[in-house]
């Protein structure tokens, strides 16, 4: 007996419960539908390292489909429309937009971080993003990366989007464009702390030809091929460790890794 009286006050319990919760959840609908947005808050991951998107550019996207956010009701707005309209931009990696109970659109932007600038054997100029995809440029803001030019030729038409990673064809070294290894090497460079803060810029005289421009001393570093790559940097910052405090940094006009178990220096 007492059994099923502890059940049916269970049951009972649940079922008020329930019914709460309906009710507080139409009530909050109810209220979210009377509620106007007065207020648009815009966040910008990593403006201050990165400017490709400004409050400005998110809120001109908007309003060329919605003139006016300002007193329109919560519910009559589309915050899965007004996403896809920011994540159509360039240099919008993702937008999250998402209304709050005190009549405020909140959106968040996360802007596509690029790596390595390319200017190729035609002039055209662009930037490679973290994750291999063209980025064109920006005439409000220049960002510091790694720069490679010289003769470049693509296989594709420049544009923006192209996925690098595709033209990869991994463990094939040297089968893979010209352009998929630049990629893959100015990754490592980037991802280094020691090469990133050393090697400035990338020059290609040829596949078989690159030239590494570094930020400390005054001398070219002849890179050969990118074959192996890991190995010949590896062996210079070896030779930058040891060898360079004691001869000087000024002691040599280039320096070159093109042959294999020895680095060959030519004096200034």
Not at 46 to 65: C, G, H
Not at 108 to 121: F, L, S, T, Y
Not at 195 to 211: C, G, K, L
Request: charged residues 25%; aromatic residues 10%; proline residues 4%.
């Amino acid at each position: 007996m007492k059994r099923w009286k502890a059940a049916l006050w269970n049951f009972i319990k649940w079922m008020l419960l329930g019914t709460y919760l309906i009710v507080a959840l139409s009530f909050v609908n109810n209220k979210s539908g009377m509620v106007t947005c007065t207020e648009i808050n815009i966040n910008i991951a990593d403006s201050l390292s990165n400017a490709f998107v400004t409050k400005a550019d998110v809120l001109k996207t908007i309003e060329r489909e919605h003139s006016n956010l300002i007193g329109i009701p919560l519910s009559m707005i589309n915050t899965y429309e007004i996403e896809q309209q920011l994540r159509s931009m360039q240099a919008v990696k993702n937008a999250e937009v998402y209304k709050t109970l005190n009549g405020n659109i909140s959106i968040d932007i996360e802007q596509r971080k690029p790596i390595v600038r390319i200017i190729n054997g035609q002039g055209q100029s662009y930037y490679i993003d973290v994750e291999g995809k063209t980025l064109p440029l920006s005439s409000k803001f220049t960002s510091h990366v790694l720069v490679v030019n010289g003769n470049i030729s693509e296989p594709f038409k420049v544009e923006p989007n192209i996925d690098i990673t595709k033209w990869d064809r991994e463990g094939k070294g040297s089968e893979s464009p010209l352009i998929a290894r630049l990629f893959n090497f100015a990754r490592f460079v980037t991802n280094d702390p020691f090469w990133r803060a050393q090697i400035t810029q990338i020059y290609v005289d040829s596949p078989h030809n690159i030239e590494l421009i570094p930020r400390v001393g005054p001398h070219t570093v002849i890179l050969g091929s990118l074959d192996d790559y890991e190995t010949k940097l590896a062996k210079l910052k070896l030779f930058y460790e040891r060898a360079l405090p004691e001869e000087g940094w000024n002691k040599y006009k280039e320096i070159n890794l093109k042959y294999k178990n020895q680095i060959v220096c030519t004096k200034r």
